[in-house]
């Protein structure tokens, strides 16, 4: 059984490293794209009578899909991660033996899922019928309709800034109890067996 437990303690922390990884790689690259994009100052063909700056449309869909597949990844790590601490804590809890260890893990946890999901589900689609609404109205010339739907985008975007600061934040929170307690709760576990052969053999 501390086999099982030692296994779903590393698929846990694993899982938020890779998660950790995904939100600070997917700012990183978004910081690097606009202000390299914005150098080249690309003109759009396609856009010819929309007047407002094209790099940043450009910039715009190549972060798009940068976002998108960090969203997947996250989504992915957040499941394996709740999965592997529901398999710790579950049979504890069911026991009645869950301490304050696992309430921390719990706590931490579903702090950052929380965050996730408010992402997933309220900011980003917020944010992408903002974006794809400007995209539409420059792709047709429609200046002032694509200024409103920049703007709007641009109001959510310090917003969107912060939720993914308090993301990061939350998961690498995660990350470090789920490291710490996970390994001192196997060695304890190894501790206890070890008592348990001495006393049986003795």
Not at 58 to 74: E, K, N, P, T
Not at 140 to 169: C, E, W, Y
Not at 183 to 190: C, E, K, N, P
Request: proline content about 3%.
């Amino acid at each position: 059984m501390s086999s099982l437990r030692a296994i779903l303690n590393v698929a846990n922390t694993t899982a938020l490293g890779l998660w950790l990884g995904t939100v600070v790689m997917t700012g990183a690259t978004a910081a690097l794209i606009f202000p390299t994009v914005r150098d080249l100052a690309p003109t759009l063909p396609s856009h010819a009578t929309y007047t407002g700056e094209h790099w940043l449309i450009v910039a715009g869909r190549v972060a798009a899909r940068v976002f998108l597949v960090s969203d997947i990844v996250q989504f992915t790590c957040a499941c394996v991660a709740l999965g592997t601490l529901a398999g710790l804590v579950v049979p504890r809890m069911i026991k009645s033996r869950l301490g304050l260890n696992e309430w921390v893990r719990v706590l931490t946890l579903g702090v950052a899922c929380v965050l996730l999901a408010y992402q997933l589900l309220i900011m980003s689609p917020a944010m992408t019928t903002e974006l794809q609404l400007y995209w539409a109205a420059a792709s047709q010339g429609k200046n002032d309709v694509a200024m409103i739907h920049q703007t709007a985008f641009n109001t959510m975007h310090p917003q969107a800034s912060r939720l993914i600061g308090a993301l990061a934040f939350s998961v690498l929170a995660a990350l470090i109890v789920s490291a710490t307690i996970g390994t001192s709760g196997s060695r304890s576990l190894r501790g206890d067996e070890g008592d348990l052969t001495a006393a049986s053999k003795g």
